[in-house]
């Protein structure tokens, strides 16, 4: 296995804005306002909130398996 | 107590650094890898890539791999073994760490579905790339394709060209089309963005029917997979082992009734070309002929599955 190299091309930090708000549009468009503001959060604080989420989901019974078919979509 | 989703998480992290250090090549995908990169799927499962050579030492470590103090089981009659065979055609390994409903489940592919490169070959951390679990994430369900266009923003962001292959929001396409460039060889991947750089109103139906066609390639795909594996599971679900079998035992069972009844590659032997006629076949019945001109080429997607 190899790492991903960092083979970015550099952005300008106008471009950079450019594409950090369209990407921020779509995601309150995609995803609604909450979770896109938690998919902006740093990953400690995204993955927490996740963990409470579907934590509290489970407690109140909320099943989340899905079937076991030998293939997956 | 089920287990916390934190609890889960460093389990099956733990898992992958103990599978690394055997030489197993794995890598978590889907839900969990979105989270990594940024957009959030509320999930406990884990889908796991690994290696089909590495198939045999995968299943040695899940049967030493305890979680609170119990070790696995496979899961469902339909769960093909863990075996290289079935894995380099495309099967999926389901495993559960008991109890049902509040224990761990973990499934585990050979090959990441439609993934036009292997998945070993890009790795972040504990998850494939971006660009892989963007590629699995192709399938016929709707809620998934939100998450394609979100992990190939984020790529273009990242600097990584191939996040184009993956916008499926118009209004992304447009917006990024008037801020990032790209090289004109994606057209050829791609052809709807050509549409997109000319600002061409062609784009929202080519865009729709583009959807459209993985999703059914989806559907189809999956269809020969559940036809192929029926005796399997008759099979597996007649030899009833005792409850306290252990999973080297449920694994003999599942390998002795794949060898009999389980196709290894059922794709490649219904053929990657039937398939995309039949799909395309389908698809014109229902998409406007100028719109089924901009499809892609998709064969390179399911090469290695008919490797």
Known sequence: MKKVEQNAKKHTPVVRRKLRMAIYDFHVRAFGEEMARVNHLPLADRRRYIGEMVDHATRKGVKSDKPALGVTP | ?307
């Open chain 2, 1 to 307: 107590m089920p287990f916390s989703y934190a609890e889960l998480e460093e389990f099956y992290e733990g898992l992958v650094a103990r599978a690394r250090r055997r030489g197993i090549a794995c890598a978590i995908t889907s839900g969990m890898a979105c989270v990594a990169f940024g957009v959030s799927a509320a999930t406990k499962d884990c889908d796991l890539l690994c290696s089909p050579d590495s198939a045999g030492e995968l299943l040695s470590l899940l049967g030493e791999a305890a979680l609170g103090g119990r070790l696995p089981n496979y899961r469902g009659n339909l769960t093909p073994p863990l075996d290289a065979r079935w894995f380099r055609g495309g099967w999926t390994s389901h495993f559960l760490w008991p109890p049902a409903g509040s224990g761990a489940y973990l499934d585990i592919f050979g090959v990441a579905p439609r993934s036009s490169s292997p998945w070993e070959s890009e790795i972040q951390g504990f998850y494939a790339s971006p660009h892989t679990v963007a590629e699995m994430k192709r399938t016929n369900r709707d809620k998934d394709w939100p998450f394609v266009t979100a992990l190939g923003a984020r790529m273009i962001e990242m600097g990584d060209e191939r996040g184009w292959l993956h916008i499926y929001d118009e209004n992304l396409l447009h917006a990024f089309g008037d801020t990032a460039k790209y090289s004109a060889h994606l057209f050829k991947r791609r052809p709807i963005l050509e549409l997109a750089a000319n600002n061409d109103p062609r784009l929202r139906p080519a865009l729709r029917a583009e959807v459209e066609y993985w999703h059914e390639l989806d559907r189809v795909r999956m269809s020969v997979y559940e036809n192929a594996v029926r005796q399997y599971m008759v099979e597996v679900r007649k030899s009833r082992l005792p409850p306290s079998a252990g999973l080297p035992d449920q694994h003999n069972l599942r390998v002795r009734c794949a060898e009999k009844y389980l196709p290894i590659s059922p794709l490649r032997d219904y053929g990657v070309d039937r398939m995309i006629s039949e799909t395309r076949e389908t698809l014109a019945q229902i998409i406007h002929p100028d719109a089924m001109g901009w499809l892609p080429d998709v064969h390179e997607h399911f090469k290695l599955l008919s490797a």
